[in-house]
C-alpha cells in the first residue's frame, strides 16, 4: 500500500511540474493557439498510452476497457496492441501539424508524432520479417 501511495505522489509531483512547465510557456507564447495546439496534446495522448507508469500502462487498461486484448500471442511472439492505439493519436497530430505549422504547439506534435510513427513502422516492421 505504502509503495502504491508514492507511486502516486511521484507521478502526481511530475504531473504538476509539467502543468507549471506549460502554462509558463503558454504566458510566454507569441503564436496563437488554435487547432494546430492540437497536435501538441493529441501528441501528448499518444505518449501517455504508451508509457509505462510503474506497472500501470494506460493504454493497456483503456484496451481492456474495451474488451480488447492488449497483447497478442501470436506463435508466442506477443505484439503490444498498445502500439496502434498511440497510432490513433499520433497520425491526426502529425496531420494538424502539418495544416496549422503557425500555432503553437503545432511544430513540436509534429515532430513527436513523426517520431513516435518512424519507431512504431519500424518496430512493426520488425515484427512481420521476425
Known sequence: MEHS????????????????????????????????????????????????????????????????????NVDNTRFHYTFFLSSIFFTPSLIIGYKNPNEFGALIGKWISSIYLFLIIISLLFFITS
Do not use: C, H, R
Open 5 to 72: 501511495f508514492s507511486s502516486i505522489l511521484t507521478y502526481s509531483v511530475q504531473a504538476i511540474a509539467f502543468l507549471l512547465i506549460i502554462f509558463k510557456l503558454l504566458k510566454k507564447n507569441e503564436k496563437k493557439i488554435g487547432w494546430g495546439t492540437l497536435s501538441l496534446l493529441l501528441a501528448l495522448l499518444g505518449m501517455a498510452v504508451s508509457f509505462e507508469f510503474g506497472n500501470y500502462i494506460l493504454g493497456d487498461q483503456f484496451l481492456s476497457f474495451l474488451g480488447l486484448p492488449a497483447w497478442s
